[in-house]
C-alpha cells in the first residue's frame, strides 16, 4: 500500500498558513487592530515590563525600602508624561513610523537615521529581555536544578514568536488574548489584597515610610539619597520601554487610526501606570526582599496569597503558578512589539534607502517576512551573548529606549516653539515635552555613565555599527540612482509623452483575461493593439525610466523591423509603505496605469503598435508567471524581454541590494517553456557609468 507524504508545500502551508488575497479590498481591514488587540499586540511589550522594571528598581535600593513610596510616584508619573508626549506624536504623524519618523522629519535625516538604529536594536532587545524575563517567571516555580532549561525554552518562545509573525499580524495578536486576560485578572487580585489590605493601616505605613526615609537620610547625608533615588530611578529605565510601541505601529491600527492608537495609547498608560506603580508599593507594604533564583513578583506573588495554602499547598499555591505562568507567558509574547514594529521600522528605513529594499517588501502571507527573520536571529544572538541574563539587558535595552525618546521629545519640542502661532494650545505642549525630554536625558545620561562597563557599552557599539552601514548603503543607492538619471538623460522622451494628461478612473478597458488564475489583471489596449499574428516583444517594465525606453531600443537593435508590436507588462507592488489601507492599493494601481500609458505614447511615437497590461501582487516573478500564462496565448510569436542592472563587480554587497527579477522571472517562464531574453544594464559605479548589452536567454516554446 502507497504512503502518501505531505508534500513540501502543502508543509509550508500548514505552518505558515495559506496565501492572502492582496486584491482583497477587506485584506487590510482582516489584518489591521482594532484598539482592544492592539493593547494586546502592543500593549503588552508595557504592561509586562512591570515584571522586570519595578523589580530591578527595588533592587537597587537596598536596604533603604522607604524610597520605594516616591519611586512608585515618581514611575506613574513618568508613565503619564511620556505617554502624553507620544499621544501628540500620534495626531501630527498619523501614519506612523514613531520616533524614526519623527527625528527624520522635524530634526535631520541623519538624526532620524541615529533614532531608526536605536529602535532597531531596541526591538531586537525587547524580544531578548521579554524572553528572558518570562523564563525567569517560569522558572520562579521549578525546582533549581531545571535551571539549564532556561536557554533552550527562551530559544523555543523566539521560534515561536517567528512562526506565528510569518503567518500574518492579526493571527500572532488574537493568540496572546487569553493570556493576557488571565494576567490582568491575576495581577489586579494581588494589588487589590496587597494595598486594599493595608488601607486601613494608612497612618502607620506613612509613619514606616518616614522613619525608614529619615535612616537613610541620616546614613547617606541628602546628597546621597537623592543620588540613590535617581540611581534607582533609572534602573527601572525598563518599565517605560513600551511605550513607543503604538506611536510605531499606527499604520497597522484599524481606521479610524489616529482615535485608534490614542485609545490604545491611554490603555496602555493607565495600565502600566497603575501596575508598575502598584507593584513597587506592594512590594514595601509586605515587606519583599530578594530571594535566591526568585524575581521579585515571585516573592510578592508568595507573600500575598501564602495565607491560602497553609504548609505550602492549596488554593494559594495554585494562584502563585497561575500568576507566575501567565506573567511567564505574557512576557514570552510581549517579545510581540519587537516583532510587529521592528520590521515596520526597518521598512521605512528601507523606503528612505537606509536599508536593503528588499525588508519593504510583504510576503504572500501580507508579512514582512525578511523583516521578522532578521528580528528573530538577531534575537537569538543576544540571548547567547547574554546568557538570558536580564540585569545585562535592562542595561543594554534603556540607553538605546531613551536616546530615541529623547530625540524623539526633542523634534517635537521644536514643532511646537517653530509652530506656535498656528496652534493656540502650544505652551502646555511646549512644557509636556520639555519635562519628558528632561525626565528621559536624565535617566539616559545615569545609565550610560553608570553601566557603561557592565553591557552598556555593547548597545552603543551595535548602534553606531549599524549607524556606519546604513550610510554605507545610503551611498549606494544614490551612486545607482546618478546612474539611473544619465541613463534618463541619454534618452529624453518625446514631448508628447512627457506629460499623459489625468490618469483615468479606471483602465482605458479593464478586462480580465480569464477567469482562472490571473483573475484580477488588468489590460490596456492602446490606439493600435499588435497583431496577435504577428511577433509580438512582451517588454515588463517598471515605472516610467529611461531603464525600460533603453531596453526597448536595444530590443529593437537587436531584431531590427522583426516585431510587429509591444505589449508593456508591469507588476504594481505592494509593499509595506503601500499596505496601509484599500486606498493606497488603488493610488498604486492609478500610477502603474499612468507609466503604462507613458509607454504606450513612447512605443507609439517610435512608430510601434503597442498596449499593456499589469497585475497587482506582493511577488514580481510570480504575478509575471500568471500573465504570462495568459499572453502566450493571445500572442502566439511572442518574444518576453526584460531590462536587468548588472554592476562590474560581481560582489556579495550588490546582490544583498539588490534583487536579480529578471533572471528569477526568466527561470519561471523558462519551466513552462515560453521564451525570453535578459536585457542587461551594466552600472559601473566607480564610473558612474551606464553600459547596455544584450544576453540573449531565449528558450523554444514547445
Known amino acids: 500500500m502507497a504512503i502518501h507524504r505531505p508534500s513540501a508545500l502543502s508543509l509550508r502551508r500548514l505552518l505558515f498558513g495559506p496565501p492572502?488575497?492582496?486584491?482583497?479590498?477587506?485584506?487590510?481591514?482582516?489584518?489591521?487592530?482594532?484598539?482592544?488587540?492592539?493593547?494586546?499586540?502592543?500593549?503588552?511589550?508595557?504592561?509586562?515590563?512591570?515584571?522586570?522594571?519595578?523589580?530591578?528598581?527595588?533592587?537597587?535600593?537596598?536596604?533603604?525600602?522607604?524610597?520605594?513610596?516616591?519611586l512608585a510616584l515618581a514611575s506613574a508619573i513618568t508613565v503619564a508624561v511620556i505617554s502624553y508626549?507620544?499621544?501628540?506624536?500620534?495626531?501630527?504623524?498619523?501614519?506612523?513610523?514613531?520616533?524614526?519618523?519623527?527625528?527624520?522629519?522635524?530634526?535631520?535625516?541623519?538624526?532620524?537615521?541615529?533614532?531608526?538604529?536605536?529602535?532597531?536594536?531596541d526591538y531586537v532587545l525587547t524580544i531578548t529581555i521579554s524572553i528572558a524575563s518570562g523564563a525567569d517567571a517560569i522558572f520562579s516555580v521549578m525546582p533549581a536544578h531545571w535551571?539549564?532549561?532556561?536557554?533552550?525554552?527562551?530559544?523555543?518562545?523566539?521560534?515561536?514568536?517567528?512562526?506565528?509573525?510569518?503567518?500574518?499580524?492579526?493571527?500572532?495578536?488574537?493568540?496572546?488574548?487569553?493570556?493576557?486576560?488571565?494576567?490582568?485578572?491575576?495581577?489586579?487580585?494581588?494589588?487589590?489584597?496587597?494595598?486594599?489590605?493595608?488601607?486601613?493601616?494608612?497612618?502607620?505605613v506613612t509613619e514606616e515610610v518616614r522613619q525608614s526615609v529619615g535612616r537613610s537620610s541620616m546614613a547617606l547625608g541628602t546628597f546621597g539619597l537623592l543620588k540613590l533615588f535617581v540611581h534607582a530611578y533609572s534602573m527601572g529605565g525598563g518599565t517605560y520601554t513600551g511605550i513607543e510601541a503604538v506611536s510605531n505601529g499606527v499604520a497597522m491600527m484599524r481606521e479610524p487610526r489616529v482615535q485608534t492608537a490614542k485609545r490604545t495609547m491611554t490603555l496602555m498608560a493607565v495600565s502600566l501606570a497603575v501596575t508598575a506603580g502598584g507593584i513597587m508599593l506592594s512590594y514595601l507594604l509586605t515587606h519583599a526582599q530578594?530571594?535566591?533564583?526568585?524575581?521579585?513578583?515571585?516573592?510578592?506573588?508568595?507573600?500575598?496569597?501564602?495565607?491560602?495554602?497553609?504548609?505550602?499547598?492549596?488554593?494559594?499555591?495554585?494562584?502563585?503558578?497561575?500568576?507566575?505562568?501567565?506573567?511567564?507567558?505574557?512576557?514570552?509574547?510581549?517579545?510581540?512589539?519587537?516583532?510587529?514594529?521592528?520590521?515596520?521600522?526597518?521598512?521605512?528605513?528601507?523606503?528612505?534607502?537606509?536599508?536593503?529594499?528588499?525588508?519593504?517588501?510583504?510576503?504572500?502571507?501580507?508579512?514582512?517576512?525578511?523583516?521578522v527573520t532578521i528580528m528573530s536571529a538577531a534575537a537569538l544572538a543576544a540571548l547567547i551573548y547574554t546568557r538570558g541574563d536580564v540585569s545585562k539587558l535592562v542595561v543594554m535595552y534603556s540607553i538605546n529606549v531613551f536616546l530615541t525618546f529623547s530625540l524623539s521629545n526633542l523634534a517635537m519640542l521644536r514643532f511646537w516653539a517653530k509652530n506656535r502661532a498656528e496652534h493656540p494650545g502650544w505652551p502646555k505642549h511646549l512644557f509636556a515635552h520639555g519635562l519628558a525630554l528632561l525626565l528621559c536625558l536624565t535617566i539616559l545620561g545615569i545609565t550610560v555613565v553608570e553601566k557603561l562597563a557592565e553591557g552598556g557599552w555593547v548597545t552603543i557599539a551595535v548602534t553606531s555599527l549599524l549607524v556606519a552601514l546604513c550610510f554605507l548603503i545610503k551611498r549606494h543607492y544614490r551612486k545607482v540612482v546618478d546612474a539611473l538619471r544619465q541613463l534618463d538623460a541619454e534618452l529624453p522622451s518625446p514631448p508628447e509623452v512627457e506629460d499623459p494628461g489625468p490618469a483615468p478612473s479606471a483602465p482605458i478597458s479593464s478586462a480580465a483575461f480569464s477567469d482562472g488564475p490571473t483573475e484580477g489583471l488588468r489590460e490596456h489596449h492602446g490606439a493600435r493593439d499588435p497583431?496577435?499574428?504577428?511577433?509580438?516583444?512582451?517588454?515588463?517594465?517598471?515605472?516610467?525610466?529611461?531603464?525600460?525606453?533603453?531596453?526597448?531600443?536595444?530590443?529593437?537593435?537587436?531584431?531590427?523591423?522583426?516585431?510587429?508590436?509591444?505589449?508593456?507588462?508591469?507588476?504594481?507592488?505592494?509593499?509595506?509603505?503601500?499596505?496601509?489601507?484599500?486606498?493606497?492599493?488603488?493610488?498604486?494601481?492609478?500610477?502603474?496605469?499612468?507609466?503604462?500609458?507613458?509607454?504606450?505614447?513612447?512605443?507609439?511615437?517610435?512608430?510601434?503598435?503597442?498596449?499593456?497590461?499589469?497585475?497587482?501582487?506582493?511577488?514580481?516573478?510570480?504575478?509575471?508567471?500568471?500573465?504570462?500564462?495568459?499572453?502566450?496565448?493571445r500572442y502566439p510569436k511572442a518574444l518576453f524581454v526584460a531590462g536587468q542592472i548588472i554592476f562590474e563587480?560581481?560582489?556579495?554587497?550588490?546582490?544583498?541590494?539588490?534583487?536579480?527579477?529578471?533572471?528569477?522571472?526568466?527561470?519561471?517562464?523558462?519551466?513552462?517553456?515560453?521564451?525570453?531574453?535578459?536585457?542587461?544594464?551594466?552600472?559601473?559605479?566607480?564610473?558612474?557609468?551606464?553600459v547596455t548589452g544584450a544576453r540573449s536567454d531565449a528558450v523554444a516554446a514547445g
Open 20 to 70: 492572502k488575497d492582496v486584491k482583497d479590498p477587506h485584506a487590510f481591514h482582516k489584518l489591521s487592530l482594532v484598539a482592544l488587540l492592539a493593547w494586546v499586540g502592543l500593549g503588552a511589550d508595557g504592561l509586562s515590563s512591570s515584571a522586570y522594571g519595578p523589580d530591578e528598581s527595588f533592587r537597587a535600593l537596598g536596604e533603604h525600602t522607604g524610597l520605594a513610596a516616591f
Open 85 to 121: 508626549g507620544y499621544s501628540r506624536i500620534i495626531e501630527r504623524f498619523p501614519s506612523g513610523g514613531g520616533g524614526y519618523v519623527v527625528a527624520s522629519k522635524l530634526l535631520h535625516p541623519a538624526v532620524g537615521l541615529v533614532s531608526g538604529a536605536a529602535l532597531l536594536v
Open 147 to 204: 535551571a539549564w532549561a532556561k536557554l533552550p525554552v527562551s530559544f523555543a518562545g523566539v521560534l515561536l514568536l517567528t512562526l506565528l509573525n510569518v503567518r500574518g499580524v492579526k493571527e500572532s495578536v488574537a493568540s496572546l488574548v487569553p493570556i493576557f486576560v488571565v494576567f490582568l485578572v491575576t495581577h489586579a487580585v494581588v494589588l487589590v489584597l496587597a494595598i486594599g489590605g493595608h488601607l486601613g493601616e494608612a497612618g502607620a
Open 290 to 371: 530578594p530571594a535566591p533564583g526568585k524575581t521579585m513578583n515571585a516573592v510578592l506573588l508568595e507573600r500575598v496569597f501564602g495565607g491560602f495554602s497553609p504548609g505550602g499547598v492549596g488554593v494559594g499555591a495554585g494562584l502563585v503558578v497561575l500568576a507566575l505562568a501567565s506573567e511567564g507567558a505574557l512576557l514570552f509574547f510581549a517579545a510581540q512589539a519587537g516583532f510587529l514594529d521592528g520590521p515596520r521600522v526597518m521598512a521605512s528605513m528601507a523606503t528612505d534607502s537606509w536599508l536593503p529594499h528588499r525588508f519593504a517588501a510583504l510576503s504572500d502571507r501580507l508579512s514582512m517576512k525578511n523583516g
Open 531 to 633: 497583431d496577435p499574428k504577428k511577433p509580438v516583444a512582451i517588454l515588463m517594465v517598471g515605472g516610467y525610466s529611461g531603464l525600460g525606453r533603453h531596453a526597448l531600443l536595444t530590443l529593437l537593435r537587436m531584431f531590427p523591423s522583426h516585431f510587429g508590436g509591444v505589449v508593456f507588462v508591469s507588476v504594481a507592488v505592494v509593499d509595506s509603505e503601500s499596505f496601509k489601507g484599500a486606498d493606497q492599493v488603488e493610488a498604486l494601481e492609478r500610477r502603474t496605469r499612468e507609466s503604462l500609458l507613458r509607454y504606450e505614447r513612447y512605443a507609439a511615437s517610435l512608430g510601434l503598435a503597442a498596449s499593456s497590461a499589469f497585475a497587482v501582487g506582493t511577488e514580481v516573478a510570480v504575478e509575471v508567471e500568471k500573465i504570462a500564462a495568459d499572453l502566450v496565448v
Open 649 to 690: 563587480e560581481d560582489s556579495v554587497w550588490n546582490r544583498v541590494l539588490h534583487n536579480e527579477t529578471a533572471f528569477m522571472v526568466q527561470k519561471k517562464l523558462q519551466r513552462r517553456a515560453i521564451p525570453m531574453i535578459v536585457v542587461p544594464v551594466r552600472l559601473d559605479l566607480r564610473a558612474r557609468r551606464v
